[in-house]
Antibody, heavy 121, light 107 residues
Framework: QLQLVESGGGVVQPGRSLRLSCAAS????????MHWVRQAPGKGLEWVTA????????YYADSVKGRFTISRDNSKNTLYLQMSSLRADDTAVYYC??????????????WGQGTVVTVSS | EIVLTQSPATLSLSPGERATLSCRAS??????LAWYQQKPGQAPRLLIF???NRATGIPARFSGSGSGPDFTLTISSLEPEDCAVYYC?????????FGGGTKVEIK
């Protein structure tokens, strides 16, 4: 069964760091690009970042560029999001999502259940 | 950056009625537009990709149409379980944009 399971969310103070993980199962993780999408409380969906199938290409939304880093470990079927210099407006549910393409993809066919990140003092 | 504008913001209809949701792009885009359904407390679910292709397991009452800049998601006959927020999404170069969403309420 195709599945993505996020973990690592929690409450963190402004300016601090946090690392999210996304464990994949049921499909060939190493063959597809992966993304992170977030949703602030009561708001819509916002794309955050993407990584190619082999980790060679990475893309970021302007809102997180220079603060967030996406990576993957294909030997562990796991995607990561390292978040630093966190701000209150980073508070959101963070979803990992897969695409049907090696490099970037046009749509998200599998979503995780999300992990909640709250940035607050 | 492409901006996707969804309308209406809220749609309130009775079971069995037809729902028509609109998504307009701020500039000419390809047909690589997708639609998602999100119910409260759940992750989004892919409904339609490439403007008009239903994803696996999606009921036939959901259909997508259109080409840049105007796209439409139609629910032919509303079921109570279709109560949700619907988002359109477009990929442009190395970025992704979502519309603001349309909330579908069942009377």
């Amino acid at each position: 069964q195709l599945q993505l399971v996020e973990s690592g969310g929690g409450v963190v103070q402004p300016g601090r760091s946090l690392r999210l993980s996304c464990a994949a199962s049921g499909f060939t993780f190493s063959s597809f690009a992966m993304h992170w999408v977030r949703q602030a409380p009561g708001k819509g969906l916002e794309w955050v970042t993407a990584i190619s199938y082999d980790g060679s290409d990475k893309y970021y939304a302007d809102s997180v560029k220079g603060r967030f880093t996406i990576s993957r470990d294909n030997s562990k079927n796991t995607l990561y999001l390292q978040m630093s210099s966190l701000r209150a407006d980073d508070t959101a549910v963070y979803y990992c999502a897969s695409v049907t393409n090696k490099w970037f993809g046009d749509f998200f066919d599998i979503w995780g259940q999300g992990t909640v990140v709250t940035v607050s003092s | 950056e492409i901006v996707l504008t969804q309308s209406p913001a809220t749609l309130s209809l009775s079971p069995g009625e037809r729902a028509t949701l609109s998504c307009r792009a701020s500039q000419s885009v390809s047909s690589y537009l997708a639609w998602y359904q999100q119910k409260p407390g759940q992750a989004p679910r892919l409904l339609i990709f490439d403007a008009s292709n239903r994803a696996t397991g999606i009921p036939a009452r959901f259909s997508g149409s259109g080409s840049g800049p105007d796209f439409t998601l139609t629910i032919s006959s509303l079921e109570p379980e279709d109560c949700a927020v619907y988002y359109c999404q477009q990929r442009s170069k190395w970025s992704v944009t979502f519309g603001g969403g349309t909330k579908v309420e069942i009377k």
